[in-house]
């Protein structure tokens, strides 16, 4: 269990980020539907390029508006049609490029899992090393973007947990929690532990770790 000092950490934490990307863009990974998991990939695909977070949610909401909610229905779409709603999104400097790295990765899902990312599980044999092994085939989708789904799909996939990335890992022990990924995830509950890596991986984006303690010591 936390001590005095930790769990006052946790408790920081939780408050200030303790909330899943897939809650951001209104995806429910615990349902383990076709159509969610496929947002959830679509979203860490767009979350891996070289912008602010925030940036890819909107760029997800504009293409989910559009009623691109499946393989299928995104690779349809003319690559001109893409590359409109992602500019007008805000994900301007990568727009051309991205809208053809989706058709690539709508293609290879199609082909390779009838576009349906669940079977990409049964396909790994439930087995997280080689779920993110086939994860990084699908194009846009390297190890970064394997990290953005795995850390939020352990919402549903149960032999994912504890999945706690090297930045999440790094975040605990600026904040002196364990760094273990099993040791990490016994501070909470089960259902609680996409927040909590969720909410490391936030204060490493937001560089406030340093806040966290300080108001932690404060009593909040």
């Excluded at 769990?7 to 349902?31: F, M």
């Excluded at 600026?174 to 995830?185: S, W």
């Excluded at 927040?195 to 300080?214: G, I, K, P």
């Amino acid at each position: 269990m936390a001590g005095t000092d930790s769990e006052a950490i946790l408790r920081e934490l939780l408050a200030r980020h303790g909330r899943t990307y897939a809650e951001d863009i209104d995806v429910d990974v615990p349902a383990d539907t076709a159509e969610g998991m496929f947002g959830l990939l679509l979203f860490a695909l767009l979350a891996s390029a070289p912008i602010r977070t925030s940036m890819a949610v909107e760029a997800f909401r504009a293409l989910r508006k559009q009623g691109w909610t499946s393989a299928a229905a995104l690779g349809e779409a003319s690559w001109a049609e893409r590359v409109r709603v992602l500019n007008r999104s805000g994900y301007a400097r990568y727009d051309e490029s991205t809208s053809r790295t989706l058709a690539d990765a709508c293609g290879y899902l199609l082909d390779t899992y009838d576009g349906d990312i669940r079977r990409l599980r049964d396909a790994a044999d439930h087995t997280p090393d080689r779920e993110r092994e086939l994860l990084q085939q699908i194009k846009g989708i390297g190890p970064v973007g394997a990290d953005i789904f795995l850390r939020e799909a352990q919402a549903a996939w149960d032999e994912l947990v504890p999945y706690v990335d090297e930045r999440a890992r790094a975040a605990a022990g600026d904040l002196g929690l364990p760094t273990d990924p099993r040791d990490l995830a016994e501070l909470v509950e089960r259902e609680d532990v996409p927040r909590l890596v969720a909410a490391l991986v936030r204060t490493r984006l937001e560089h406030d770790a340093d806040d966290v303690r300080q108001a932690a010591a404060r009593g909040g």
